[in-house]
């Protein structure tokens, strides 16, 4: 029988990776870095969310008309730079991160991607890690004090708002749900790895005798 290689067993995003890191061994040497001090991949996240939101709040055409404002960026900054303790205190990140959020919104004209980014990934975190029920609670209270604040703008006179409010809720909803799958995700694979081999061959095992008894009467009939 022909031998088979371990390389033709693996999947094509292990071989893709494992070739990415016998070429660039400096991006091996960061990804090894990161997976054992998560600490390190969430500084590198702050400080990339940070510079993201920072680069849409210089560039954005409501800020031509005249330097960006200290305020505007300590607020944006307040959204980003928490992110880097998400792991440890993920509640509380999210508490400051929209309290941030929810000022800027509130300030005068707004970037949907300045305000939302911290936000949604404060958000995946809490609802990866915490209990559904309480997760939800949280985006409902998130996206309602949002869309409030957004919906005052729209009254007095903000148009832009109207484009905000759609990302925004967007966000909000795309990370919850992400999350929440990931936790779901986490659950189901501690659930398989607790029960013995045995019991889930048998659970197999019983479901085919089933679905043969269920089909024995049909194809014995004359």
């Given at each position: 029988?022909p031998?088979?290689?371990?390389?033709?067993?693996?999947?094509?995003?292990?071989?893709?990776?494992r070739?990415l890191?016998?070429?660039f061994?400096?991006?091996?040497?960061?990804?090894?870095?990161t997976?054992?001090?998560?600490?390190?991949a969430?500084l590198?996240l702050?400080?990339?969310?940070?510079?993201?939101?920072?680069?849409v709040?210089?560039?954005s055409?409501?800020?031509?008309?005249?330097?960006?404002?200290?305020?505007?960026?300590?607020?944006?900054?307040?959204?980003?730079?928490?992110?880097?303790?998400?792991?440890?205190?993920?509640?509380a990140v999210?508490?400051?991160?929209?309290?941030?959020?929810?000022?800027?919104?509130?300030?005068?004209?707004?970037?949907?991607?300045?305000?939302?980014?911290?936000?949604?990934?404060?958000?995946y975190?809490v609802?990866?890690?915490?209990?559904?029920?309480?997760?939800?609670?949280l985006?409902?209270?998130?996206?309602?004090?949002?869309?409030l604040?957004?919906?005052?703008?729209?009254?007095?006179?903000?148009?832009?708002?109207?484009?905000?409010?759609?990302?925004?809720?967007?966000?909000?909803?795309?990370s919850?749900?992400l999350?929440?799958?990931?936790?779901?995700?986490r659950?189901?694979?501690?659930?398989s790895?607790?029960?013995?081999?045995?019991?889930r061959?048998?659970r197999?095992?019983?479901a085919s005798?089933?679905?043969?008894?269920?089909?024995?009467?049909?194809?014995?009939?004359?």
């Amino acid at each position: 029988m022909p031998q088979v290689s371990q390389d033709h067993i693996m999947s094509g995003g292990e071989r893709d990776v494992r070739g990415l890191g016998r070429s660039f061994p400096t991006w091996r040497r960061v990804s090894d870095v990161t997976r054992d001090k998560p600490i390190i991949a969430d500084l590198l996240l702050a400080a990339g969310v940070a510079a993201v939101s920072l680069g849409v709040l210089v560039g954005s055409p409501e800020r031509s008309h005249g330097p960006v404002s200290r305020t505007a960026v300590m607020l944006v900054l307040l959204q980003t730079l928490p992110l880097a303790a998400r792991r440890r205190w993920p509640l509380a990140v999210l508490a400051v991160v929209e309290v941030a959020s929810a000022l800027y919104l509130a300030s005068g004209p707004q970037e949907s991607v300045t305000t939302s980014l911290g936000v949604a990934v404060a958000l995946y975190t809490v609802a990866s890690c915490t209990e559904r029920r309480l997760s939800l609670r949280l985006a409902g209270l998130v996206a309602g004090l949002n869309a409030l604040i957004l919906l005052v703008n729209i009254v007095l006179g903000r148009p832009q708002s109207v484009a905000s409010l759609f990302v925004v809720t967007a966000l909000v909803v795309g990370s919850w749900s992400l999350g929440d799958n990931m936790r779901s995700g986490r659950a189901a694979s501690r659930e398989s790895r607790r029960k013995p081999p045995g019991a889930r061959w048998k659970r197999s095992a019983r479901a085919s005798r089933a679905s043969c008894t269920m089909w024995l009467p049909i194809t014995s009939a004359p």
